[in-house]
């Protein structure tokens, strides 16, 4: 098993436009969780599925991003209309079925964002 | 209103001394708490974890205490090697169950110099 995998590593793209980044988490794992993390600071939540089902959202995720998990399997996060505000590193985590927070996630190396 | 706060945005220390990195959190709720260690370039990797039914947990050169009524927490690596330069993040999780989600501080960048 190759851990958490993300893609794109990096993508640069014009205010305005619609990204989509794919998360594909270690096979045994049914939790998914989505950060963002900003220059200066730590990693926020974005939201969280288990199995398919998306069960928390932060405030953070606006109308303009949506985060699915069709077959709960690989996860997608799509941002429309990009704005500056939204360049950040965006992080994919998963774990084990039972093993929430507390447990430590295993997270991915991250999409790099630059909205320019 | 930042929960969990790393007041010390970096640290050096000697290789083979001792690293301490601290953590201060403001909520109550909070029962478990996690220390993350972040390379450049790569996603944080969990280090070591604590219950708020304990004080102290230990794993190798790692130990974190918990000091509840101060609503503090440390990381203490000994010896440190240079390898272990890096940035330290520390996690909470509120108590609940149903939520899974990590508060993170700001992180602290430790460098350990040979």
């Known amino acids: 098993d190759t851990g958490v995998s993300q893609d794109p590593r990096h993508k640069i793209t014009k205010r305005g436009q619609n990204v989509t980044f794919r998360c594909d988490p270690i096979?045994?794992?049914?939790?998914l969780y989505w950060y963002r993390q900003t220059l200066g600071q730590g990693p926020e939540f974005l939201t969280y599925?288990?199995?398919?089902?998306?069960?928390?959202k932060s405030r953070l995720l606006s109308d303009r991003f949506s985060a699915e998990r069709p077959k709960g399997s690989f996860s997608t996060l799509e941002i429309q209309r990009t704005e500056q505000g939204d360049s950040a590193m965006y992080l994919c985590?998963?774990?084990?079925?039972?093993?929430?927070?507390?447990?430590?996630?295993?997270f991915g190396s991250g999409t790099r964002l630059t909205v320019v | 209103d930042q929960q969990v706060k790393q007041n010390s945005p970096s640290l050096s220390v000697q290789e083979g001394r001792i690293s301490i990195l601290n953590c201060d959190y403001t909520n109550s709720m909070f029962d478990y708490f996690l220390w993350y260690k972040k390379y450049p370039a790569e996603g944080p990797t969990f280090l070591i974890s604590i219950s708020s039914i304990k004080d102290k947990n230990e794993d190798g050169r790692f130990t974190v205490f918990l000091n509840k009524s101060a609503k503090h927490l440390s990381l203490h690596i000994v010896p440190s090697q240079p390898g272990d330069s890096a940035v330290y993040f520390c996690a909470a999780n509120r108590r609940g169950g149903a939520t899974n989600k990590l508060i993170f501080g700001t992180g602290t960048l430790l460098a350990v110099q040979p």
């Open positions: 096979s045994e794992h049914n939790r």
């Open positions: 599925f288990q199995n398919e089902a998306q069960l928390e």
């Open positions: 985590a998963s774990s084990l079925p039972g093993q929430g927070a507390n447990y430590g996630y295993t």
